[in-house]
């Protein structure tokens, strides 16, 4: 069965940083687009950022440009999201998700996510 797993999530103060990390349970992952989504206290699930297969192709929605970073290793089958000077907005359940097909937060939800992970709660407190 295929299991994406997060990791690295805590609390953490305003400004300063985590790394999640979601390692996939099989080797076909390397193969996918990877992202990372969020839903916060009382808010709907949203797309943060995504990255392609070969890693060469990332997109980030607005709030996070400049302080997040998402990358992968292919080698070791693990993506990872390097968030930095982080605000109490972005406080969240933190989810890794792969897809078949390259997707944006525009048309994620027309054609779906392959597999999901569990996620992992991210804290920030002001």
């Known amino acids: 069965q295929v299991q994406l797993v997060e990791s690295g999530g805590g609390l953490v103060q305003a400004g300063g940083s985590l790394r999640l990390s979601c390692a996939a349970s099989?080797?076909?992952?390397?193969?996918?687009?990877k992202g990372w989504f969020r839903q916060g206290p009382g808010k709907e699930r949203e797309f943060v950022t995504a990255?392609?297969?070969?890693?060469?192709?990332?997109y980030y929605i607005d709030s996070v440009k400049g302080r997040f970073t998402i990358s992968r290793d292919n080698a070791k089958n693990t993506v990872y999201l390097q968030m930095n000077s982080l605000k109490p907005e972005d406080t969240a359940v933190y989810y890794c998700?792969?897809?078949?097909?390259?997707?944006?937060?525009?048309?994620?939800?027309?054609?779906?996510?392959?597999?999901w992970g569990k996620g992992t709660l991210v804290t920030v407190s002001s």
């Open positions: 099989e080797r076909t992952l390397s193969s996918y687009a």
């Open positions: 990255i392609s297969w070969s890693g060469n192709l990332t």
């Open positions: 998700a792969a897809s078949v097909s390259w997707f944006t937060k525009d048309d994620y939800e027309t054609y779906g996510m392959d597999y």
